[in-house]
């Protein structure tokens, strides 16, 4: 019985630390759970992309190099020369903005934070909810606002692929507009289905920028798990040779 449980303990350890999402409050809103998982690769690589072409303008990453995240996500120096180096001519540079912080305080009221730590401040989930709830509103300079972050000074930089959402308020018994939902009001390039993977693609590079250590933990984790399964058998083994004895 004593050993069955060690083993659930073993075994069951990856599941509590891969999990991740959770509903934590986005403002008014709940948040969607989103899939973080850094062992997939293809999802890093292909949030990579969306990283540098559209966010990268405006926002920094400014502790990673480029030639850094080739490396963890397995992408060549030469695929990053031509892919993904809009942004800076060395492949051995920061992932700084494009956009000089003063002009972008100019143009947007605020400068557009740095995204390295985005994923660990916010949390997955509220980053993944956010780029997912951008709607039109007339009144906001943008012409754009966001249920998660109300008044936001980011327009809606991929409303291409989601398409134009509106919200949906309805009256509360007092007579005040509350939120009751977004409504697609034009399609874009993408379907639901695509615009959320790609926000889910997104979400897990964000999470891999904000710990790039821990790709290199947990394939170190999977060798400790391994060896710890390995060392139980010898361990049992050598019980019974001592019990032997005993007996
Ligand atoms: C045109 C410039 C611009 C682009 C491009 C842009 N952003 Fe922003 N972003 C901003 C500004 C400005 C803010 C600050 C908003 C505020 O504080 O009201 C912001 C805020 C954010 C925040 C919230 C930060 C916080 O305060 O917690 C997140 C998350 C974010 N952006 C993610 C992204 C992602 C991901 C992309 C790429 C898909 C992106 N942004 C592209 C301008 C931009």
Known sequence: MKKLLMLVVILGLPAGVFASGGHKSCGTVECDPVDVDLSDRASLQRG????VNYCLSCHSASYMRYNRMGRDLGISDELVKDNLLFAADKVGDLMKAVMPREDARDWFGVAPPDLSLIARSRKPAWVYTYMRSFYRDNKSPSGWNNTVFAHVAMPHVLYEWQGDQRAVFKKDAHGAEVFERLELERVGTMDKKDYDRAMRDL????VY????AKL??????????????????????LKKEYWKDIH
């Open 203 to 206: 979400t897990n590079f964000l």
């Open 216 to 237: 290199v933990r947990y394939e170190l984790g999977i060798y400790v798990l391994i060896f710890l399964a390995v060392f139980l058998v010898f361990a049992y083994l």
């Open 209 to 212: 920028l904000g710990e790039p």
């Open 48 to 51: 990579a992309r969306i990283f």
